[in-house]
């Protein structure tokens, strides 16, 4: 069983910074497509980054230029630095991983296998 553990949540000033890590338990970590995802109270839960195996990155419109996803396969951890951060940005992030089935989105949350417990951001305006 996989597990995955996110860190680095927090509360920061609207157009501060945080950085977030997802740690993998397992190997074969460099195998797995890689995600964030983001839930605002009482709204659906919203695909932000997604990291490939061969290291190609997708993100939403919204954060576009302002996060970066990133992977380290010999810490079988994952990042999400987070620049210039907005009150809209507020909500429980969530990392996600697995292997994707042949020709499957990148963006559909029910593709992933694994999913961390979740770690807080809160952006004050």
Do not use: H
């Not at 338990?25 to 839930?39: H, I, P, T, V």
């Amino acid at each position: 069983q996989v597990q995955l553990v996110e860190s680095g949540g927090g509360v920061v000033q609207s157009g501060g910074s945080l950085k977030l890590s997802c740690a993998a338990s397992a190997n074969g970590f460099s195998l797995f497509a890689m995600a964030w995802y983001r839930q605002a109270p009482g709204k659906q839960r919203d695909f932000v980054a997604r990291i490939t195996s061969a290291g190609s990155t997708l993100y939403r419109d919204s954060v576009k230029g302002r996060f970066t996803i990133s992977r380290d396969n010999a810490k079988n951890t994952m990042y999400l630095q987070m620049n210039s951060l907005k009150p809209e940005d507020t909500a429980v992030y969530y990392c996600a991983g697995g292997i994707l089935r042949l020709g499957a989105s990148s963006t559909d949350a029910s593709e992933y296998d694994y999913w961390g417990q979740g770690t807080q951001v809160t952006v004050s305006s």
